[in-house]
């Protein structure tokens, strides 16, 4: 199939279009894998779970959610 | 009820006498009708309770209906977590909500962390006697 029908069609795309599609094949396998992206950006990155601060404050966030559903 | 509960440290290689001994609590986790009896390591440097993959299966919780992506550093950083709500019972204390951070990481360990078992619970550590001792704040 790849070589039949793809690949042609795949040819026809534009170099951006080609990076696009690129771009979205890692994030697909990366996605089946469970990985998740390397950060790109320039942002500091939590380097364990002793600073893993934002995921602590959306799981807080997530309880309160809950205890207003429960108790209103 | 007793208000505080003394528990032994764990020995995880016996090779390292005292060393290798560090403080895993036993309960058990529900989720809706499914339970799991585990031990949880208490971790007083993670900021977040960690729940290892196969064990939200076991308790039926299905990866693709969890929605909240929840960002881990560390080692744990390569690996997708998602956000996951459970029904803790330890020893004789009333039970209590723990949320966790379930990752896709199958040999993670299961981490009892600030949010938010040290949360709801408070903890003394006594290593010289290789016990802890924890106390329910909600009594």
């Given amino acids: 199939m790849l070589n039949t029908q793809i690949a042609p069609l795949i040819r026809q795309l534009s170099h951006s279009e080609k990076l696009l599609l690129l771009n979205l094949l890692v994030a697909e396998l990366l996605d089946e894998s469970g990985l998740v992206p390397l950060p790109v950006e320039n942002k500091p990155v939590s380097q364990g779970l002793h600073d893993s601060f934002e995921a602590a404050d959306i799981l807080s966030k997530l309880l309160a959610e809950k205890k207003e559903l429960v108790h209103g | ?139």
């Fill in chain 2, 1 to 139: 009820m007793a208000d505080k509960l003394r528990f032994a440290f764990t020995a995880v290689d016996i090779s390292f006498g005292a060393l290798g001994m560090l403080p895993y609590l036993p309960l058990v986790l529900t989720s809706q009708s499914q339970s799991v009896s585990v031990s949880g390591l208490l971790d007083t440097g993670s900021t977040v309770n960690v729940l290892p993959y196969e064990i939200g299966l076991e308790l039926g919780a299905v990866w693709e209906n969890q929605r909240i992506s929840v960002p881990l550093g560390g080692n744990l950083a390569r690996f997708e977590a998602r956000a996951l709500l459970l029904t803790a019972d330890i020893a004789q204390f009333p039970s209590v909500e723990l949320a966790f951070a379930w990752t896709r990481d199958r040999n993670a360990p299961l981490i009892l962390g600030h949010m938010n078992f040290f949360i709801t619970f408070d903890v003394c550590f006594y290593r010289s006697e290789l016990m802890f001792e924890i106390s329910s704040k909600m009594l």
